[in-house]
């Protein structure tokens, strides 16, 4: 314990490029409270079980859907790992139309879970470009999409830029083909509702989605959520479990923290939906305000159409503020990326412009 009191966990204040935030108050206090239950174990603890069942109909709700099925899971990466395997799963009992290996189809804006899933599961990606606006590009997703398309993927709310992908565009043509439709709304799922976007299962038959309660939902780390429209996908990951009461599990992992399953419920009990649409308000201010004073010191800048700045500094700028301790990172092609997350003030934005013009004088 010694060592663990010597530190502190992480002071938040600085922190502006992750995509985690602190958990809401309730909702830290129902992860302590549930931290020794496994929800991989439903027969004996059963309290859990049924929260994570409310869990799952909640976020049905947020996305979206009447009767939604799925799982808590440890994060959008395990959720997107899932979603492929199921396709992959779904799509081994059918007679596809040629011989060659199975694929899916994703921008390249897709995140590198999927990169992940592809690799486990011996089927080849196919990243499609974006266009000038960092989505999927449609002509480009058509042309890879063929006979052993299994699965297309869109992003709601894209790790680098935060863009919504054409999601019922890309729905059709991934039916088209007979293949299933996932959206990875692991960062955006608690945002897009109280936006425009055409993102949600209502708004485009898709199949499977990726959304996080860790991260605009307010809960503790590990809470991610896998949803699928139709009881048939989660079934399509469920193994036998001889030495457990229950008779099948459909999660990546066996033991999970029932501190995320509790911590979730407690957080959108909490905040749904008048909070969230409050922290969007907020944060989508808060990254205006941003974007307009980088704009202002002749720093280019991409319109942040979700809570998430984009922009261009030197590399030396940036390591100077890395110096001072900001927590900031850069997408793959250099650009400074900073993501309003719910722990993110005015005061710490104004406290980094700060140091920003003083590193650049
Ligand atoms: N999908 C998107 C769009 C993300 O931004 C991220 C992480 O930031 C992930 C998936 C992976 O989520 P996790 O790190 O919780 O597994």
Redesign the pocket.
Known sequence: MQRVRQRQPQDFDRVLSS?CTKPHPRAHEAAVEFLATNPGDPATYQTVADLEADAIDQLGDIAGLDTAFGYIA?????A?IQAVHAARNLADGTDTAGSGMPNIVAPTSV?F?VTKAAEMLGVELRTVPVDDDYRADLDAVSAAVDDETQLVIG?A???EYGRVDPIPAMTELAHDADANMHV?A??GGFILPFTDYEWSFADAPIDSM?I?P??FGQAPVPA?GLLARERETVDALAVDTPYLETTSQATLTGTRSGAGVAGAVAAMDELWPAGYRQQYRDQQANADFLAEEFADRGIDVAEPTLPLVTASLSPATFEALRDEEWRIARTADGDLRIVCMPHVRRASLEAFLADLDRVRA
């Open positions: 995509m440890s994060g959008g990466t395990e997107n995140h879970s992003v709310g894209s790790t990875d692991s960062w990726a996080d860790h991260k991610g």
